[in-house]
């Protein structure tokens, strides 16, 4: 990217600023007659005389007064481009680590990392897939920049809740289940289960415990959330999903609520978000001001 030079406004105004010429050009790494023939310049362009050199001290003219306001505007304009510039060469060749799960990969960080490198398209990603335990333990290690976790096992570190998402109750086509508008936990502990593997902390485990009871016929543990879907459908048991999961891929399963509500709370935490690289201070602040969560 191009350097940005110091423009005449500026010059001009870190002159008046300062009251010495001397002292703007150390200040901008110029000469004193390199100021003198900006200022020069500036005086040509608008038709005007802006300064007067007295002994002891600079002083504006009368135009120099009135212009002044507006040339300290185009300077001020000039100061937000150059913090502009610099924020974008701190985000080039930089690379974003960021701890998730298989759903959270598959539904938003393939919008939500595109949309960024159009604006970003240097910024690179490395994605750590894990549970939320092990997300959490990236990230305070700093092996992650982000991670995503449920706000049960935040512990320690800063986040920002996303989304709730409430676990559902998925059965064969034509399962007694399915006749009653809602089940609950106990009845699906009493149907061979297949749970899906969150890598560590397990919500539906969670329901059964705070209900007080165990499934009886525990019969499958997948780590897909698909693979699970399909062996329902197969009729090989049941299981309890995630809503956001199942969106769209409903087809051929009888999905039903669950009496208890058993849902989990998504956050994106980070270790400090002080001594996050501007990269991944960036790509959080653009995860934050995301509507794709509703």
Request: charged share 25%; glycine share 6%; with cysteine.
């Amino acid at each position: 990217m191009a350097i940005l030079q110091t423009s005449k406004y500026t010059v001009f105004c870190r002159v008046v600023e300062l009251g010495s010429f001397s002292l703007a050009a150390e200040e901008l790494g110029y000469t004193q007659s390199s100021v003198s023939q900006k200022i020069q310049s500036l005086e040509e362009e608008l038709g005007v005389t802006l300064l007067l050199r007295q002994k002891n001290h600079l002083e504006l003219t009368a135009d120099g007064e009135t212009l002044y306001p507006f040339i300290h505007a185009i300077y001020a304009a000039e100061q937000n481009l150059s913090g502009k510039k610099k924020e974008i060469e701190g985000l080039e060749s930089s690379t974003i680590c960021i701890a998730a799960w298989a759903s959270v990969n598959r539904l938003y960080l393939p919008v939500l990392m595109k949309t960024f490198q159009e604006k970003y398209p240097s910024v690179e990603f490395k994605l750590l897939q894990g549970g939320y335990e092990v997300n959490a333990a990236s990230v305070k290690r700093r092996e992650a920049d982000l991670g995503f976790i449920s706000t049960d096992t935040a512990e320690d570190l800063e986040y920002d809740i996303l989304y709730q998402d409430e676990l559902l109750a998925v059965l064969p086509p034509g399962h007694p289940l399915a006749k009653k508008k809602r089940v609950s936990v106990r009845d699906l502990a009493r149907e061979p289960f297949i749970l899906l593997d969150e890598l560590g902390y397990s919500y539906p485990l969670a329901a059964f415990q705070a209900a007080n009871v165990t499934p009886q016929n525990l019969k499958l543990t997948v780590y897909d959330d698909y693979a699970v879907m399909e062996m329902v459908r197969q009729g090989l048991g049941v299981s309890m999903l995630y809503e956001r999961i199942l969106r769209g891929f409903d087809a051929g399963l009888a999905v039903r609520p669950i009496k208890e509500q058993p849902k989990r709370t998504v956050a994106v935490c980070w270790k400090d978000r002080k001594t996050l690289s501007l990269a991944a201070r960036t790509f959080l602040e653009h995860i934050e001001h995301s509507n794709i969560f509703t």
